[in-house]
């Protein structure tokens, strides 16, 4: 019973908008099961290799790049409302023309700009979160996010196992309906409010206390080094997404439908622990401390699968990778939101995602690379040393910037 009060509190003094923005997102993430398992549909459906597959997964990558710095710059010249509406609404009807490109040329040419459409919505999404969230909720308004992210991949990968079972034309069709579901809603709830917040905007102008715009993120060298840092981590975390489902399909021989169910366990694991546990670090731990130790679980995850796939090696692993991703990902967005200043918050924003987005670009052929030239085992204990020293340079670097803001500022 206390552990369920703990729970409950952990939610309190969250907005109706706050709650709204994970509801859109749960939708649109409850359809998002094409990426996990597209490098499964190329190598089985399509007949492509693994190096094939890592190519064109690579292209994704490069459309999250593009699309994260053009979501950024232009949420802070249109809008988050703007850049979150047209990104929803334009790459709902993606999904449905990739069956159609089967070819290599065609699958890159296809996803790079699905990606780029779809990846623009990040940036603008996470400046809504700071809008409509009280300083001292951020955090938690961002794992709200998360879980509502979290919830949507543990129906979505599970869903889609069984529809990838039956035909891969399910996944996009799904995906065109959530995309389009998620797009209704944002636009029904958040446009009279985008009106109101306008206006307000324009009168705070008129009494010039509106906020300056602040650095460019572009020359603020402690961020950079930041997110080059999150740039190591998510190279080695995001292999979750395209080599993970690959070792368990080659190596573990798992079919679509248990990939899909170990896929959907880990955002299970997160919907019940992430606001507990992120609650918990709130209060005991440094924004640092849990940053190394959300890095350094990630890296022992993945060391685990160097020395047995056994089923319950494979779900203990993914519990800790989840752990780690708890965490991890939301306390980076609280750095980058607590970095960022008055009219700039779009550019901090767009450059943190960037640097996830190039782990798109780097992580699928550098995995599918090493794992073809030099084995799993390989890939696996070198992804656990570079998320350690990811874990120590990530607390370094994040306790630097935060105890000089005030300084800086």
């Not at 779809?118 to 400046?127: D, H, I, L, T, Y």
């Not at 796939?309 to 752990?323: D, P, R």
Request: aromatic share 14%.
């Amino acid at each position: 019973m206390g552990l369920f009060r703990v729970y409950v509190d952990s939610f309190k003094g969250l907005s109706k908008e706050a709650w709204m923005l994970s509801i859109v997102m749960l939708i649109n993430r409850s359809g998002s099961m094409v990426l996990p398992f597209l490098g499964v549909y190329m190598t089985d459906k399509l007949g492509f290799g693994l190096k094939e597959a890592g190519l064109v997964l690579m292209f994704y990558g490069i459309g999250s790049v593009i699309g994260s710095w053009i979501g950024g710059y232009l949420t802070d010249k249109l809008g988050e409302y703007r850049v979150q509406s047209f990104s929803l609404f334009l790459s709902a009807p993606l999904f449905m023309f990739i069956p159609f490109f089967p070819t290599l040329e065609g699958m890159m040419s296809i996803i790079l700009i699905q990606s780029i459409i779809s990846e623009s919505f990040r940036p603008a999404n996470s400046v809504a979160i700071t809008k409509y969230a009280r300083p001292e909720n951020i955090t938690r308004a961002f794992s709200l996010n998360r879980m509502a992210i979290n919830l949507g991949f543990s129906i979505g990968p599970a869903l889609g196992g069984i529809l990838s079972a039956i035909s891969y034309n399910f996944l996009f069709g799904v995906n065109t309906v959530a995309a389009l579901v998620a797009g209704i809603m944002y636009v029904v709830f958040f446009r009279k409010r985008n009106i109101i917040f306008k206006a307000k905007q324009k009168l705070r102008k008129k009494e010039d206390i509106i906020k300056p715009v602040g650095k460019s993120p572009y020359k603020d060298v402690k961020f950079i080094i930041f997110s080059l840092l999150c740039m190591l981590f998510s190279i080695c975390f995001f292999q979750f997404f395209n080599t993970i489902p690959i070792f368990y399909k080659e190596v573990a021989h798992l079919d679509q439908t248990s990939i899909g169910y170990i896929l959907g366990y880990s955002g299970f694991i997160i919907v019940v622990l992430e606001m507990l546990i992120v609650n918990f670090a709130e209060k005991h731990f440094t924004i640092g401390q849990t940053l190394f130790v959300g890095a350094l679980a990630c890296g022992i995850s993945y060391s685990l699968l160097a020395f047995d796939h056994h089923i319950f090696t494979l779900l203990l692993s993914m519990t800790i990778l989840s752990v780690g991703e708890i965490l991890a990902l939301p306390f980076m967005s609280t750095v980058t939101a607590m970095r960022s200043e008055g009219g700039n918050k779009g550019a901090y924003m767009g450059l943190n995602g960037m640097a996830f987005s190039f782990s798109f670009i780097i992580t699928p052929i550098l995995g599918t690379n090493v794992a073809s030239e030099l084995g799993f085992n390989t890939l696996w204990i070198g992804s656990g040393i570079i998320l350690a020293i990811a874990a120590v340079g990530l607390w370094w670097i994040s306790n630097l910037m935060l105890q000089n803001k005030k300084s800086e500022h």
